[in-house]
């Protein structure tokens, strides 16, 4: 098993910026394909990123391309998602999740806790 955790979430202004990270911790990190997701008041939760096991294939939802990058560095065991010119309706709790396998947009069986984000107008 692998173990999640999430830091960087805060306050910070509409256009502003912020890097969130997921330490992970158990079997080796580049076993797993990662992601990030979000789940905003009263919302069902929302895939934001994904990257594969090396770093060389991305994907990302159409709400977030142009502002915000996702990046791994294995030799850490840590993934980032580095978000940019933020809108208030990316306000919402942030998850990091791996999985084994192929990158996809689903199917994640690890979960961090979450770390929230609040991006005021």
């Known amino acids: 098993q692998v173990q999640l955790v999430e830091s960087g979430g805060g306050l910070v202004q509409a256009g502003g910026s912020l890097r969130l990270s997921c330490a992970a911790s158990g079997r080796p990190f580049s076993d797993y394909a990662m992601a990030w997701f979000r789940r905003a008041p009263w919302k069902d939760r929302e895939f934001v990123a994904a990257i594969s096991w090396s770093g060389s294939y991305t994907d990302l939802a159409d709400s977030t391309k142009g502002r915000f990058t996702i990046s791994r560095d294995n030799a850490k065991n840590t993934m980032y998602l580095q978000m940019n010119s933020l809108k208030p309706e990316d306000t919402a709790v942030y998850y990091c999740?791996?999985?084994?396998?192929?990158?996809?947009?689903?199917?994640?069986?690890?979960w961090g806790q979450g770390t929230q984000v609040t991006v005021s107008s």
């Open positions: 999740a791996a999985k084994r396998g192929i990158v996809a947009r689903e199917e994640y069986n690890y």
